[in-house]
Each structure stands twice: as structure tokens, then as C-alpha cells.
């Protein structure tokens, strides 16, 4: 099973995403980046195809059900992390992607596709880990990612709080918010921890069923409606 997610005790805080996938660094540098929404790319279910370097720093606002935020990243916290955060900004892929698992005080969790076909093609496409090198403190965004090495791929959590334990872990964040912090506090947060722990929706079945299992079984989640590289 590919079930990436935070567990919600301070003693075990483990965090799970879907899986990554290996990512190719060009050096050559990056052209600059599109200033307005990304639409989905027709390749989305091809990864191979996303393998541009980022920039040494960049910004992506989310426009999302609840609001706006902006994450500014920041290449050399995590150079891995980094390329494929801006390869799937760039592609569009965030449109229409749930915030599916929101757990008071401690983080908010999205990034599985709500097209089954394109999750499905990205499950196995992970990325190499990248040494932690800032903290899992509040507005801190970081990959999910399973107990083994190299299992990042496309879920990401934004910290609430300072999950400060979650360094140790290998959790390496490698943005933060800088604008809208108030509208990440507002994600609904109602279904709090998935399935089978919780009441909130079971990552297998998101990844086989997509947005057609979050909307008629979870109608209150709060989701991206596009992400926009910015200058």
C-alpha cells in the first residue's frame, strides 16, 4: 500500500503523501516562470515529461475555495523537492486538488490528483530525499512522505504549528507561506484525520476513485482552483 500520512501525536508525528518520482536536474538555468494560472497539461500522465530545473527562488499563489496564499520557495533548502514543486506548478497540476487531510493544530495536507489516471501515473514517480535543513515550524510547506527512503512524489502539508519533531524524521520543508496565512488557518477541518484512524477520506480510494470519492462522500473539503507561478 502507498499511504502517506502525519500522525497527529507529538511523540510519532509521521507524515504520508503519495508517491514520488525521480526527478532529473538540468543546469541549465530556468526560463522565467509564467505569470498566470497554469492550465492543466494534456502530459500530466506521463512524469517523465516534468523534469525542469527551478529556479533559485520562486513563488506559486494558490487560489483556493477559501481564499489566497502565496508559498515562496527557496531552492537550496531542498533542491529535490524544489524541481518537482515547480514542475507540477508549471504544469497545472494543482487544479482542482482537494486539501483532504486537515488536522487542527497540526497541518493540512493535498496533492493527490483528482484525475485517477494521472494519480495513478505519478504513484511510483518518486523523488530522491534531500537533507533537512530548516525547520517544520508554522507556514513551513514539506513533502508527505512514507517510512521509506525516497517516497516523495506530489502530497505536500503546510504546518499549523512547529512540528519541530518531524526534522529529525527527514521531513524537509522547502517553502513557506508569505502571504495568507489566515486563509490556510480557514481550510476546513472538520473530517480531521483520514481513513482508517479517522473520519477523513482514505488516501487508496482518492488515488483509485479521485475527486468523484471527495466530493460525494467528503462535500465540505476546501480545494485549489489554480496555482500561478509568479514573479
Same mark, same amino acid.
Given at each position: ?50 523534469? %525542469? ?18 508559498? %515562496? ?30 488536522? %487542527? ?87 480531521? %484525520? ?38
Amino acid at each position: 500500500m502507498n499511504r502517506r500520512f502525519l500522525l497527529p501525536s507529538l511523540a510519532a508525528a509521521f507524515v504520508a503523501g503519495l508517491s514520488s518520482a525521480a526527478f532529473a536536474q538540468a543546469d541549465a538555468a530556468a526560463p522565467a516562470p509564467d505569470a498566470k494560472p497554469a492550465a492543466p497539461s494534456a502530459s500530466l500522465a506521463d512524469p517523465s515529461k516534468f523534469t %525542469e530545473k527551478a529556479p533559485d527562488s520562486f513563488k506559486v499563489k494558490f487560489d483556493t475555495s477559501v481564499g489566497s496564499f502565496t508559498i %515562496e520557495v527557496t531552492r537550496a533548502l531542498s533542491p529535490n523537492g524544489a524541481d518537482r514543486f515547480f514542475n507540477l506548478a508549471k504544469s497545472g497540476f494543482f487544479t482542482d486538488v482537494a486539501f483532504f487531510r486537515v488536522i %487542527e493544530g497540526f497541518m493540512c495536507q493535498f496533492g493527490i490528483h483528482g484525475n485517477p489516471k494521472v494519480a495513478t501515473a505519478w504513484r511510483t514517480a518518486n523523488i530522491q530525499d534531500d537533507p533537512v535543513k530548516a525547520s517544520n515550524t508554522r507556514g513551513m510547506v514539506t513533502f508527505a512522505k512514507t517510512g521509506l527512503p525516497n517516497s516523495r512524489s506530489t502530497q505536500f502539508f503546510i504546518n499549523f504549528g512547529d512540528n519541530t519533531q518531524l526534522d529529525a524524521m527527514g521531513f524537509s520543508p522547502f517553502g513557506k507561506i508569505t502571504e495568507g496565512m489566515d486563509v490556510v488557518d480557514k481550510i476546513y477541518k472538520g473530517y480531521g %484525520e483520514g481513513a482508517p484512524r479517522g473520519n477523513g477520506p482514505d488516501q487508496m480510494r482518492a488515488q483509485s476513485e479521485g475527486n468523484a470519492y471527495f466530493k460525494k462522500e467528503f462535500p465540505k473539503l476546501d480545494y485549489i482552483k489554480s496555482a500561478t507561478l509568479v514573479k
